[in-house]
Nanobody, 121 residues
């Protein structure tokens, strides 16, 4: 059993930056960031494998968000720049014990409680 905890969400203005952190209680092979806006389905934002291979970025965040991993700290980061109001959502971290190039939420059994990101215009 692995527990993941997100942190870093905040209320910011359009154009600002935030860094989200996802800390796992143990080894994870693949980690993903997902988000869910009010009234919408949860969607994949970005996924990364432990070795540093980035397997996915949503088209809506390419060039603005960067995912990275600190294996020694069992932590994955999501650096978010030039935030837009449409980025407003609860951001969830999810982890898998096996390596996968998939960034589908069904491939990640361990989920955090989420952290709220609100971007005002």
């Amino acid at each position: 059993q692995v527990q993941v905890v997100e942190s870093g969400g905040d209320l910011v203005q359009a154009g600002d930056s935030l860094r989200l952190s996802c800390r796992a209680s143990g080894f994870t092979a693949t980690t993903g960031w997902f988000r869910q806006a009010p009234g919408k389905e949860r969607e994949a934002v970005s996924c990364i494998m432990r070795g540093g291979t980035i397997t996915y970025y949503s088209d809506s965040v390419v060039g603005r968000f960067t995912i990275s991993t600190d294996n020694a700290a069992n932590t994955v980061y999501l650096e978010m720049n030039n935030l837009k109001p449409e980025d407003t959502a609860i951001y969830y971290c999810a982890a898998a014990l096996g390596s996968t190039t998939s960034c589908s939420r069904t491939d990640f059994p361990y989920w955090g409680q989420g952290t709220q990101v609100t971007v005002s215009s």
